[in-house]
Every structure is written in C-alpha cells, then in structure tokens.
C-alpha cells in the first residue's frame, strides 16, 4: 500500500477508533486508492486525503415527539454532510434503531463516491435517527417526522443538501418531512428527493435502485459472456430495493428463488410470487414469514441464513454486513456466478476478497446501487426545471447511466488493477473526479 494512504488510514483508525462500520468502509476503500496517490505526488503534498475522509460537517440533535397517549418521547437525530466538492450534499436519511455517527459516516463516505459514479453534480451526505418505524401509527410517524424537520429545516436546501430514503424511509416519511419543510420555509423547493408523484417525484424513483442494480448486473454478466436470463436468484431483503430488483430480474428472465426481511427468509423454487410480497411488505407493512401461507406455496425458515439457498446469483438488498465470510464461502461452494450489492456494504472485506478470489464476478454498492441516487439527482433537475419527464424517458436515463458507470469501472478496474477487480474501480473512479474538484477549490 502507499506510503502517505497507510499513514492516513492509520490515523483514522487511531482518531475514530470506536467507529467500526466507518473504519470498515474506509478499509475497504483507502487501500484500493493507492496506485491514485503513486501517480499523483501533489495530491499527498495537499493533504488530500485527510480532508477527504473527515466529513466537512456533522449534524447532531434531539428530536422529542408525541406519542398516540400524549406521552413525549425523545429520539436522536444527524446528518452528516459528507463532501460539497462536485455538488449539494446528497443522500438517503434511515430510520432504523441501529442508526449511530459510525454507520452514518461509513454512509456518507460510500455516498461521496457513488454520487461521483452517477457522472451527475451530486455531493455525499447521510442522515437519519434512531427512531424504529416498526409498530408506530401513521400519527406518531408524522410527528416524528414534523419534529425531526423542525430542526433539520435549516441546514437543508435544494443548492444546499438533498435527503432522500433510506431502511425506514420511503414516500409516507419523505411526504411529511416535505411537508413540513414547506410549511416553514413557505419555499416550493426540489429540497427532497423521492416524493409523490403529485408533489414533484420523479416517475421510476421508487424502482430506480433495484432497476438500475439489474441494469449493472445484465452489463456485468454480458461482458464476461454470460446472462441473467434463467439465473436461479437470491435476494436478501424484503424492502423498496430488494422488490424491485426481484421485478427486474424476473423481467430480464431470471427466476427470484428467494427473499427474507430481519426475522427469516422464504425460498420457493419455483419463483417468489412478488404481487404476493409487495402486498404484504408494502401495503401492509407486515412480515415476509406470512408468504407461504398468503402464496399458497413456498418454504419460511425463520432466522437462518438466505446465501445457504444455493444460486447462480446473488443480489445482498437489505442492510450492511449481512454477507459474512461463511455465508459467502457457502455461496461459492454451490456455484455462484455473480454477486451484486444493492445494499450499502452488505459483504464483509474477507467475504469480498473470498469471493473475489474464487471467480465470482462481484460489484460493490457505490457502483451497483448507484439506480436510486441517479434518479434522484434527475428528480432535482427535473424540479429546477418545473418539468416532468415520463417514465419511459427516465428509465432510458438510468439504464445509460448504469451502463456508464459500468464502463467507467471496468475500464479504470483494467488501468489500475485486474480488469475484473470492479471494487478497486468503482473506488478509484468515484475518487478521481472528487479529487480533482477539492484540488481545484483549494484547501480552505
Ligand atoms: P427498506 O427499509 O425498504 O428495506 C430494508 C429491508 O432490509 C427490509 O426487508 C428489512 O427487514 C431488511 N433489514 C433492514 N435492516 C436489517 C437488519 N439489521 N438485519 C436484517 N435485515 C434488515 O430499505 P431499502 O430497501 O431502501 O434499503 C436497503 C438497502 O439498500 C440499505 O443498505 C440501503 O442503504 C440501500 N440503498 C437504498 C437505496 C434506496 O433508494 N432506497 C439506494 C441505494 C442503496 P425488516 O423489514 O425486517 O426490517
Ligand atoms: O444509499 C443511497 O444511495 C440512497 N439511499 C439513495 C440516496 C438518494 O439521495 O436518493
């Protein structure tokens, strides 16, 4: 490794050392920027990389709200904004219990290189709460939600910083978080993304992460001679990335074999039935273990682990470090051809080295679940511009842009690497652009 990017890495470790998923990301990500910093002395003279891993600004705060007995309960609150270089700050809030500063920088940091893949003018941040939807009435999500904006209202703009969802965030949370905004700034502003459709979304948002996930794989698989057409395929999660990348698989011919949420997983050989799981997942809000039962077909396995269900495809969609080393040795052993993150750091690094290593063509998140935040930034544009553009026109965007980005991968992968190592060219090309923007705008 590089001299200045150990010695960096090594500080960063010493300096957050109890920030565990953030030291992970950055370990993933520090070393495979090494042959960018033999090449670029002037970078190191700059400091370059110091001012990059440290996020420009963090926000912390409380948000106290009203449950349905009237009694007030009390949440805390961040957005972390990452990096500005190359556009607003941009990126998903997440509600889930598990939410603190670490999994939110680690966030922030991938977001700052995915958002340089989309080739579109989009900076990195992440926000979110420790606030667990689960079980809440529509009443006290709003609350909470109305509460959290009462604060986050004034470090957020359409030039400024744009959230968007995230686990626990979708159209209903992202719906009262506008509204709100709205109703203190009295400013009809394009300042979240993934809103209605009646209210300035995008058409194709909501399926853009799993859509566009498919368009890297079927890229992917197509440039090393294979196909996703009738790949037996797992996905893990039960959520807005995981049915849509289930939707498009399907779609492209491939058979989705299985599916899981927190508790357990299904398997159903003979394809999941996704009407079946978008009604319970996403109209009712309720568990993925009631399939069978609602399908007429069907296995649930409760706890467990999904990458024991053999594959020629496997797409991890639901949370970060739910792809340990075992679960991807268990992946190789029963033939898998290719793995694809739709999920934010859902493989561990010794469970990517291994499959890596064993031939698996694999793409790391900041490059494959790049769909989402895409369509976000053409929600911005379309926004700014007062204008709509149908689905058909957004799609045919996406599916450019998740071809490029494979393009650009492959490409800087065969430069600076082995030219199927796409997780080292997803880094340095996601860095590349960034770098060069923060050395043009100077240090301070
Ligand atoms: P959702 O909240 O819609 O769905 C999350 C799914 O993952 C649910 O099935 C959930 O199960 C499961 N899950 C969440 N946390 C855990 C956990 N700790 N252990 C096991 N399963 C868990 O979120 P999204 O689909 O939007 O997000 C999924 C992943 O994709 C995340 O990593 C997110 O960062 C990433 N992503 C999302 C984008 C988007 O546009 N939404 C864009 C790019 C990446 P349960 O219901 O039981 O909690
Ligand atoms: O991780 C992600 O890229 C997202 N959650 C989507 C971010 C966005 O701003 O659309």
Redesign the pocket.
């Known amino acids: 490794m590089n001299a200045y990017v150990q010695k960096v890495l090594d500080d960063l470790k010493a300096r957050n050392a109890h920030e565990k998923e953030f030291l992970q990301a950055a370990e993933e990500m520090l070393p495979a920027l090494s042959p960018v910093f033999d090449a670029h002395p002037e970078y190191e003279k700059a400091n370059l990389l110091e001012r990059f891993v440290e996020p420009e600004r963090v926000i912390i705060f409380r948000v106290p709200w009203l449950d349905d007995k009237g009694g007030v309960q009390v949440n805390r609150a961040y957005r972390v904004q990452f990096n500005s270089a190359i556009g607003p700050y941009k990126g998903?809030m997440?509600f889930?219990p598990?939410v603190n500063l670490s999994v939110l920088k680690f966030?922030g940091l991938e977001q700052t290189l995915?958002n340089s893949l989309t080739g579109l003018p989009i900076g990195g941040g992440k926000g979110g709460s420790d606030f667990d939807p689960?079980g809440k009435s529509d009443g006290e999500v709003m609350r909470f939600c109305q509460s959290l904006i009462t604060e986050l209202y004034r470090h957020i703009g359409a030039d400024m910083d744009v959230p968007?969802?995230?686990?626990?965030?979708?159209a209903r949370e992202v719906g009262y978080m506008y509204g709100q905004y709205k109703r203190i700034t009295g400013q009809y502003t394009g300042v979240y993304t993934?809103k209605g459709l009646t209210f300035g979304g995008s058409a194709g948002?909501t399926q853009?992460?799993?859509y566009g996930l498919l368009y890297m794989v079927d890229a992917m698989l197509k440039a090393n001679k294979l196909s996703v057409s009738g790949m037996k395929t797992v996905i893990?999660?039960?959520?807005?990335?995981?049915?849509f990348a289930a939707e498009k698989a399907a779609q492209l011919g491939a058979t989705v074999i299985a599916?899981?949420?927190?508790?357990g997983y299904v398997v159903d050989e003979s394809g999941i039935a996704l009407d079946v799981v978008k009604e319970i997942?996403l109209k009712e809000?309720g568990?993925?273990s009631e399939y069978p039962a609602r399908a007429g077909k069907g296995r649930y396995v409760e706890g467990g682990d999904i990458w024991q269900t053999p594959c020629d495809l496997a797409l991890p969609?639901?949370?970060?470090n739910?792809l340990p080393l075992l679960s991807a040795q268990a992946l190789v052993k029963n033939g898998v051809k290719a793995v694809a993150e739709?999920?934010?750091?859902?493989t561990t690094i010794d469970a990517t080295h291994h499959l890596q290593k064993s031939g698996v063509l694999f793409v790391s998140?900041k490059a494959a679940?790049?769909?989402?935040?895409a369509v976000?930034a053409l929600e911005m544009s379309q926004n700014s511009m007062r204008l709509s553009w149908s689905a058909e026109e957004v799609d045919q965007k996406l599916h450019g842009i998740m071809n490029a980005i494979f393009e650009n991968i492959s490409k800087t992968a065969a430069k600076y690497a082995d030219p199927l190592d796409y997780v080292t060219g997803a880094n340095i090309a996601g860095f590349l652009k960034v770098a060069e923007a923060m050395m043009a705008q100077g240090a301070v």
């Open positions: 998903g997440r889930h598990s966030l995915k689960k968007a969802g995230d686990i626990g965030v979708g993934g948002r853009a992460t799993g893990s999660g039960s959520g807005n990335v995981a049915i599916m899981s949420d927190s508790n997942k809000r568990r993925i969609c639901a949370t970060q739910e739709g999920a934010n750091m859902p998140g679940n790049a769909g989402g935040v976000s």
